[in-house]
């Protein structure tokens, strides 16, 4: 992806963001970029291509930013309170509207994202067992595949229920519960001393208040 592009969709996404999708036309998108039209029909055919070009992008930054915590030394279960951190941020920066619109509108492009974040979450969850089974925080008899599917089905069945509100449903207090949960099921006795020390690091820094 070329600079140039990469500008237009970093401009979309701050319009998107704040506006949702379906209000933002291509005129206001060039108007907001300093270029004509024309210019911007250089780089995409159409808003539909606009939209699609700035969901590849999104999932590809999501992906460089949650690499990021594979990547830094963490264990098996400092990764998952990382990555928590990270969807929680993302999730209160987005605007209900933008998913709405996408959803409603570009169906076949909500539909590429959910397919991609649930093979990508499913995939992360798995790499995360095998690790913690590695480092011993995890037990060793638990079945990877099944707790990995058990685990996105949670996530993916709170955010599409109508039992939690917007405020709820992007707390981090909601996300914390939903990991301590999740890993108070498969840690071994270490992981759970893991757990806690990290939970009162978190605390100490005022990250997360579970008070």
């Keep these: 992806m070329n600079e140039e592009l990469k500008n ?3 401009k979309v996404r701050e319009l998107y963001t704040k506006y949702g999708i379906k ?20 780089y995409v055919t159409d808003k539909d291509d606009l939209v699609g070009k700035f969901i590849d992008n999104e999932i590809e930054l999501r992906q460089e930013e949650i690499c990021k915590c594979f990547k830094t030394g963490f264990n098996a ?10 969807m929680n ?16 509108y570009y169906p076949h492009h909500y539909y590429k994202t959910v397919k991609i974040r649930r093979e990508r979450t499913f995939n992360y969850i798995l790499l995360n067992l095998k690790k913690g089974k590695e480092e011993g925080l995890y037990r060793e ?11 996105l089905s949670r996530v993916e069945s709170i955010h599409l229920n109508d039992l939690f509100t917007v405020e709820e449903f992007t707390s981090l207090k909601l996300f914390m519960e ?10 071994t006795n270490k992981g759970i001393v893991v757990m806690e020390k990290k939970i ?10 579970t008070k």
């Design 23 to 42: 209000s933002i036309t291509m005129d206001e998108v060039a108007t907001e970029l300093g270029i004509s039209k024309k210019t911007l029909y250089q």
């Design 141 to 151: 008899e638990l079945n990877a595949e099944i707790i990995a599917k058990l685990y």
């Design 77 to 86: 279960i400092e990764e998952l309170f990382e990555i928590s951190i990270f």
């Design 89 to 104: 941020r993302l999730m209160k920066d987005q605007n209900p509207a933008t998913e709405h619109d996408l959803k409603k």
């Design 178 to 187: 939903l990991l301590v949960y999740h890993i108070r099921g498969i840690a």
């Design 200 to 209: 009162k690091e978190l605390e100490k820094t005022e990250v997360i208040n």
């Design 8 to 10: 237009i969709l970093l």
